[in-house]
Every structure is written in structure tokens, then in C-alpha cells.
Antibody
Framework: EVQLVESGGGLVQPGGSLRLSCAAS????????MHWVRQAPGKGLEYVSA????????YYANSVKGRFTISRDNSKNTLYLQMGSLRAEDMAVYYC?????????WGQGTTVTVSS | EIVMTQSPATLSVSPGERATLSCRAS??????LAWYQQKPGQAPRLLIY???TRATGIPARFSGSGSGTEFTLTISSLQSEDFAVYYC???????????FGQGTKVEIK
């Protein structure tokens, strides 16, 4: 079964850091670009970050540029999002998704709460 | 950055009726347009890609059309399980962003 499972969310204070993970299974992870998409409470989907299949190319939304780092370990079939200098507006459910453009497989999401 | 605009924000439809959702891109995205369905507490699910191709397992009552800047998702006869929020997304070129519309909520009339 093709599956993505996120982990690493939780409660963090403003200015703090958190690392999200996304474990992939059931497909050749190294063949696909991967993405992070977030959804603030009661809001729509926001595209956050992307990484090419070999990790050589990355993208960040302006809202997270300089604070978040996307990476992947193809030997471990795992995608990461290192988040730093967290703000209240980063509070959201974070989804990882697979796809070369179209996101055809999504994880169930992990919740990040930023609060003192 | 390409801006995606969906209309209406909310669509009230009776079960069995047709629903028509619109999505407009601020510049041409060719046919690089996807539609997703999201139910409360769930991750988005891919419905349509390439503007008109149904994803695996998606019922035939869902159809997509359009190209360039104007796109439509049609649900021919709404079932109870179709009441949800629908997002369009463009994926025209690498690098991203592959922006989403703000969503259309389809609710029971």
C-alpha cells in the first residue's frame, strides 16, 4: 500500500524549532518530488515547500523562506521539514504529499501548535 | 506567482442535483490543473488532474474541463459523501509554487 505518515508535530513556543518527518512506503520514494502543504485552523491549503526527487532542487514559500529547510533521505524513504523561528502564523496541520506536479498521495497530517 | 481564484466560496446544492465549481488562473497554466476534495479532519484527496482526467477510483459523476485560465469541476448528481470543500491547484512549471485556490465549500441545501 502506498502510504505517507507524518510525525514530529507538537506544541512549541514562539521562536522555537521543530522537525517534521514524513515516512514513505509502498513506492519508489527516490523517483518522486515531495512537498509540504499546510492548513491553518479553518483556512485553506497553503503550499509551503518542495524538493526534487534527488534533493538537488528545493523551493520555499516566501512566508517560510530562511526559517524552514526541506530535505530528504532517499536511503530511509523519509522527507523532513526543519522549522525554525516559529511564529503564531505557522500554526497549522502540515501535510506531506507526493508528486511531480499533481499531488496524488497525501499523508494524514501532523499538527504544529505555536503558543507560549 | 500564479494566483488561483475559485468561485463561489460556498455552493448550496440539494442531493441529486448538479454542482458546478469554477477556478480561474491569473495566467495560463495550460492543462496543468488539479482538483482536490477535502472532508473535515481528513487530508485532501486528488480527484482530477490534467484538467479533465479522473484519478484512480474517482466516480464518473466527477468531471473536469477547461484549459488556459478557466476551469470547471462538475459533479453531475451530488451524493451525500460529496459534501466537502474542493480546491483547485495549478502545477504549470518547476519550480513551484503550485498554488491552490481558496476553496469552494459544497454544502447541503
Amino acid at each position: 500500500e502506498v502510504q505517507l505518515v507524518e510525525s514530529g508535530g507538537g506544541l512549541v513556543q514562539p521562536g522555537g524549532s521543530l522537525r517534521l518527518s514524513c515516512a514513505a512506503s509502498g513506492f519508489t520514494f527516490s523517483s518522486y518530488a515531495m512537498h509540504w502543504v499546510r492548513q491553518a485552523p479553518g483556512k485553506g491549503l497553503e503550499y509551503v515547500s518542495a524538493i526534487s526527487s534527488n534533493g538537488g532542487s528545493t523551493y520555499y514559500a516566501n512566508s517560510v523562506k530562511g526559517r524552514f529547510t526541506i530535505s530528504r533521505d532517499n536511503s530511509k524513504n523519509t522527507l523532513y521539514l526543519q522549522m525554525g523561528s516559529l511564529r503564531a502564523e505557522d500554526m497549522a496541520v502540515y501535510y506531506c504529499a507526493r508528486g511531480e506536479g499533481v499531488m496524488d498521495v497525501w499523508g494524514q497530517g501532523t499538527t504544529v501548535t505555536v503558543s507560549s | 506567482e500564479i494566483v488561483m481564484t475559485q468561485s463561489p466560496a460556498t455552493l448550496s446544492v440539494s442531493p441529486g442535483e448538479r454542482a458546478t465549481l469554477s477556478c480561474r488562473a491569473s495566467q495560463s497554466v495550460s492543462s496543468n490543473l488539479a482538483w482536490y476534495q477535502q472532508k473535515p479532519g481528513q487530508a485532501p484527496r486528488l480527484l482530477i488532474y490534467g484538467a479533465s482526467t479522473r484519478a484512480t477510483g474517482i466516480p464518473a459523476r466527477f468531471s473536469g474541463s477547461g484549459s488556459g485560465t478557466e476551469f470547471t469541476l462538475t459533479i453531475s448528481s451530488l451524493q451525500s459523501e460529496d459534501f466537502a470543500v474542493y480546491y483547485c491547484q495549478q502545477y504549470n512549471n518547476w519550480p513551484p509554487p503550485w498554488t491552490f485556490g481558496q476553496g469552494t465549500k459544497v454544502e447541503i441545501k
